[in-house]
């Protein structure tokens, strides 16, 4: 009974330890453009339909945000994409606001992560069917940015999707879970009171992606590539939310390829990029239109 009852402490104070360490709050997060909370908001660098790609980028990007960020905080990448020449969408998904978290505005990709990549799924289909760009180029690339690497990697193996993506990006993804440094070591997923706690205050999606999770065991189980896909993976070693960094690479199967990159083995000169950091400083953007453009993922 002692041990139990130790256990269960533990177990709720890993989840106040991940609080303290991943959401305090969404501070600085962007208005949703349009006041949408599901979906495709209004922005001027996103989501028109009507897009007609360059030559040089033909097929869209579908951008995908992660856990307590919205559409509106993928900005500086799908800002520099579209002055670049590619017709940018960018979705919002994962609206619940049954955790106190849930209540801050702006804070998206809480719910459980089967309906959002339920969501996610349907976003790229109307990409790929009901956009100008989409239909010209007969496929999409993607980028899924910490969860939204799960939920794109989730929509491709367990929706089909591949079929109609052509490359996709994952940027500082948990599509292998996260250990958050090291609070996976306490097995919070034994103890029903943890999990409780951390659903009620961050949402349901933020202890699924933690390593010992259903979800992350699925996720693990999940074949890495699909054919046909061209896929890269960009992490830094700074990131301390999704931990390890480089446990997010992946290996090529048959008919995919893979480029693995982490910021300081091809920008050594780079300042600390953090987990939010290669989302918004210009490197990550930098290396992302490497990746959509096929060259070689490099600074400079």
Request: one cysteine or more.
């Amino acid at each position: 009974m002692r041990r139990t009852k130790r256990m269960r402490m533990a177990g709720i104070a890993a989840v106040t330890a991940a609080l303290a360490m991943a959401s305090a709050g969404p501070a600085g997060a962007a208005s949703l453009g349009g006041g949408d909370d599901v979906g495709f908001p209004d922005f001027d660098w996103a989501n028109d339909d009507t897009c007609m790609p360059s030559a040089d980028h033909p097929r869209p990007v579908l951008l995908v945000h992660g856990t307590t960020s919205n559409a509106g905080e993928m900005e500086n990448i799908g800002r520099a994409l579209a002055d670049q020449g590619h017709c940018v969408f960018a979705v919002n998904y994962g609206a619940d606001d049954s955790s106190i978290v849930g209540q801050f505005p702006g804070a998206l990709g809480l719910g459980d992560l089967d309906a959002s990549a339920e969501e996610v799924h349907r976003a790229i289909r109307h990409v790929a069917g009901e956009t100008n760009a989409g239909r010209a180029a007969g496929a999409i690339d993607v980028l899924g940015y910490s969860q939204g690497a799960a939920l794109v990697k989730l929509a491709m193996n367990e929706h089909g999707d591949a079929e109609v993506v052509d490359t996709a990006v994952y940027l500082a993804g948990s599509h292998r879970g996260t250990t958050m440094g090291g609070i996976d070591a306490l097995n919070i997923h034994a103890v029903p009171e943890a999990v409780a706690v951390g659903d009620a205050v961050l949402g349901r999606s933020s202890l699924q992606q933690v390593v010992g999770s259903e979800q992350v065991a699925r996720l693990r189980a999940l074949p890495d590539t699909q054919p046909g896909v061209r896929y890269a993976v960009i992490v830094s070693d700074d990131d301390t939310t999704v931990t390890p960094p480089r446990s997010g690479f992946l290996e090529a199967g048959p008919g995919a390829t893979v480029d693995n990159v982490a910021v300081q083995d091809v920008c050594p000169g780079a300042p600390r990029i953090d987990h939010v950091g290669i989302r918004d400083h210009e490197i990550g953007a930098d290396l992302v239109a490497d990746a959509f453009a096929g060259r070689t993922i490099a600074c400079g």
